[in-house]
């Protein structure tokens, strides 16, 4: 077992090796589509009228595409899209199909609503529905991610 001073030397010794290697990278390049903090401010407060930022950590890239998404909204508004899915599974009763819709609407108002619906051949139903308003589901949406 090492002693105390031993230790430490090896934790400093480890954390000036990462310093050392971290500033040697240099400061962080920054682009022409980097937005100084005033620009992103007002990008912000402008996606915050129309949906809820609350809480979200918004990147450049982020806050720019939300910013595009709002002011063309009116190409999305409306339009709606449906997915449907059958498939075979196993309950306690035996073998069963089941028929599922997933419908995504773009709502009046600027957000996304995600309407799910299933059917199984012995008459047993469901439904859901939910609403996406905020900053992040919506861009995830957008992205094709969840």
């Known amino acids: ?15 000036r090796m990462w310093m050392n290697q971290y ?8 682009s022409e589509d ?8 007002k990008l912000r407060e402008y996606i915050g009228e ?10 450049d890239k982020d ?14 508004r409306g339009r709606s899209t449906t997915r449907t899915k059958s498939f075979d599974s196993w309950s306690s009763d035996g ?11 773009f709502t009046e108002e600027v957000g996304i609503r995600l309407d799910y619906s299933y059917m199984d ?3 047993k ?13 919506i861009l995830n949406k957008l992205r094709g991610q969840s």
Do not use: C, W
């Open 125 to 137: 139903s469901g439904e859901s529905s939910e609403n996406i308003q905020d900053a992040r589901g």
């Open 63 to 76: 806050a720019q595409e939300l910013g595009q998404f709002i002011d063309n909204y009116d190409n999305y």
């Open 34 to 41: 980097d937005m100084d903090r005033n620009e992103k401010k």
């Open 121 to 123: 051949d012995d008459g």
């Open 50 to 59: 129309h949906i809820d930022v609350s809480g979200t950590r918004l990147s």
């Open 1 to 15: 077992m090492y002693d105390q001073p031993e230790r430490l030397r090896r934790r400093l010794g480890s954390s």
């Open 95 to 105: 073998k069963y199909t089941r028929d599922e819709t997933f419908t995504e609407t």
């Open 23 to 30: 500033f040697a990278s240099g400061p962080k390049q920054h």
